[in-house]
T-cell receptor, first 115, second 115 residues
């Protein structure tokens, strides 16, 4: 079955450590996204990529980094510079067809807790 | 700047009664509008969208939404609520796809359906 796989589902990190969250899709989608979800704040866009080897900052990119070396993969690194990294992170992708404009497919999420 | 507002943090409704989850938006031009649903500790699922045409759009699980341009609203509705509809609902907006290819989400409304 096609879909988006995020790993790990739960992750604990000590302060000062970088962590990388994995996002893989087999939907053959060009565009991929990372959102952060906090209670009462909804979803905020961290980074997005519309094509391989290209990505753009979203609204809250500080303290995060991404790469897009393959169409299927869009890993997110939460660096030690991110002041409040504890959150639920969601990866999504979208098809290029205009008929499916805006229909994002989401992974199950990764919950990061900084100890 | 684009924005979307969900004025109610929580909506309570009895099973079998009609439900409405409110959404208003602020965007220049002709927006694309969306509703997504999230079950606990899961990713978001697309429910329905409005791009153009009939102001009443129908989506998954018996949900529908009405686009009202004069009131800049896109309220989610269902004639008869089920306990299984209990979840977190997000409204989202974007400019016509291709301009930015990214969604702006509201803060979410928790729908609680009592048996």
């Amino acid at each position: 079955d096609g879909g988006i796989t995020q790993s790990p589902k739960y992750l604990f990190r000590k302060e000062g450590q970088n962590v990388t969250l994995s996002c893989e899709q087999n939907l053959n989608h060009d565009a991929m996204y990372w959102y952060r979800q906090d209670p009462g704040q909804g979803l905020r866009l961290i980074y997005y990529s519309q094509i391989v080897n290209d990505f753009q900052k979203g609204d809250i990119a500080e303290g995060y980094s991404v790469s897009r070396e393959k169409k299927e993969s869009f890993p997110l690194t939460v660096t030690s510079a991110q002041k409040n990294p504890t959150a639920f992170y969601l990866c999504a992708s979208s098809a290029p067809r205009q008929s499916m404009a805006g229909e994002l497919f989401f992974g199950e999420g990764s919950r990061l807790t900084v100890l | 700047a684009q924005s979307v507002a969900q004025p109610e943090d929580q909506v309570n409704v009895a099973e079998g009664n009609p439900l409405t989850v409110k959404c208003t938006y602020s965007v220049s031009g002709n927006p694309y509008l969306f509703w997504y649903v999230q079950y606990p500790n899961r990713g978001l699922q697309f429910l329905l969208k409005y791009i153009t045409g009939d102001n009443l759009v129908k989506g998954s699980y018996g949900f529908e939404a009405e686009f009202n341009k004069s009131q800049t609203s896109f309220h989610l509705k269902k004639p008869s609520a089920l306990v299984s509809d209990s979840a977190l609902y997000f409204c989202a907006v974007t400019l016509p796809w291709g301009a930015t290819n990214k969604l702006i989400f509201g803060t979410g409304t928790l729908l609680a359906v009592q048996p």
